[in-house]
């Protein structure tokens, strides 16, 4: 935890020097929320597998519980690609769908 704590510090302050400002809280999930399912409606039109989202207070309510990768992962966390990663395996068709439909 302490870890990620750090992560996002970095990201969120090397996004402040770009000029970008993150909303605190709820908006913030609000945001992750649009960005999720609009990143469901290109899986599901490119046909890659994917759950119905949420209603937006369930997602609110537990921001933790759903992505749309979930029915390719599981309860994985979502992995970036990293150059040189190959679409193989478990994650093959996740990290194909990266290229089609990007991570928010």
Do not use: Q
């Not at 399912?37 to 949420?54: I, S």
């Not at 992962?73 to 439909?101: H, N, Q, R, W």
Request: charged share 25%; net charge negative.
């Amino acid at each position: 935890m302490e870890r990620i704590a750090k992560v996002e510090s970095a990201c969120r302050r090397a996004l402040r020097e770009l000029g970008v400002v993150l909303p605190p809280g709820r908006d913030a999930d609000e945001a992750r929320y649009r960005a999720y399912v609009e990143v469901y409606e290109c899986l599901r039109a490119h046909g890659y597998p994917t759950g119905e989202p949420p209603t937006l207070e369930a997602f609110l309510a537990n921001p933790n519980d759903w992505t749309p990768w979930e029915a390719m992962i599981g309860d994985a966390e979502p992995v970036l690609p990293t150059p040189g990663m190959k679409a193989s395996g478990l994650f093959g068709p996740y990290l194909e769908s990266l290229e089609v439909c990007p991570r928010p």
